[in-house]
């Protein structure tokens, strides 16, 4: 599929093809949740726990004597039917992250991709360096592009890194850390020319010398 390059200020400057069976794909929105799920799971920090009755404290003694009350007997203040007392399987810490196969995480990504693509909310930029970081540049360049829920992807531009972090709903990736939970989240997918590669190396796992040949260039 053929897309405008844009530069800084929204005005074109070049068009460049994006590979269809990464941008062009059918959405499977199956695969897509199978992946989402994934994410979501191993981003949870499982630190919940509850305490057992042998972490409860005190229970030493019996709450009170064997025979002669008409009560239940009982044998310490810890256990579970006690107030205060212990928890019968309760949550402890754990790991709630796995992840689907590798194959499936990719056909996500390209769904992902695609989705964008097919919404026209995919936009290829020459560049977006900056000599220091500044927020104030970041923020006037999604003013000219009309939209500020976006995510951008460049390779290694620390700067615009440090510039993204304090807009509330902008965002900065690496190419290689584009994921599908983050494509999705943002209502546009901004790719800087130097990154369009790299996405489209994580998408198909292909090297980048091996796509400048498929493409007939130099690596």
């Given at each position: 599929m053929q897309v405008d390059v844009i530069n800084a200020k929204n005005e074109k400057i070049d068009s460049i093809?994006?590979?269809?069976?990464?941008?062009?794909?059918?959405?499977?929105?199956?695969?897509?949740?199978?992946?989402?799920?994934?994410q979501r799971a191993s981003r949870r920090r499982g630190t919940?726990?509850?305490?057992?009755?042998?972490?409860?404290?005190?229970?030493?003694?019996?709450?009170?004597?064997?025979?002669?009350?008409?009560?239940a007997r009982q044998g310490s203040t810890r256990a579970p039917n006690q107030v205060g007392g212990g928890v019968v399987f309760g949550p402890h810490p754990r790991d709630y992250g796995y992840r689907i196969p590798r194959s499936a995480r990719r056909a996500a990504l390209r769904s992902a991709l695609s989705l964008r693509a097919r919404d026209k909310a995919v936009f290829v930029v020459d560049e977006l360096s900056l000599e220091v970081p500044k927020t104030q540049e970041i923020a006037g360049f999604l003013e000219?592009?009309?939209?500020n829920n976006v995510l951008l992807v460049d390779e290694n531009n620390d700067a615009l890194r440090l510039s993204t972090r304090n807009l509330k709903?902008?965002?900065?990736?690496?190419?290689?850390?584009?994921?599908?939970?983050?494509?999705?989240?943002?209502?546009?997918?901004v790719l800087t020319k130097a990154a369009v590669a790299g996405v489209v190396e994580k998408a198909v796992n292909k090297s980048k010398k091996a796509l400048a040949e498929a493409a007939g260039t130099d690596a």
């Open positions: 093809e994006l590979p269809d069976n990464v941008f062009g794909v059918e959405v499977s929105e199956a695969v897509l949740w199978e992946e989402v799920k994934a919940h726990s509850t305490k057992t009755r042998d972490e409860v404290s005190g229970g030493g003694a019996k709450p009170f004597k064997q025979k002669g009350t008409g009560r000219k592009l009309g939209h709903k902008a965002k900065y990736l690496h190419a290689d850390g584009v994921n599908v939970l983050d494509v999705l989240k943002h209502e546009v997918l």
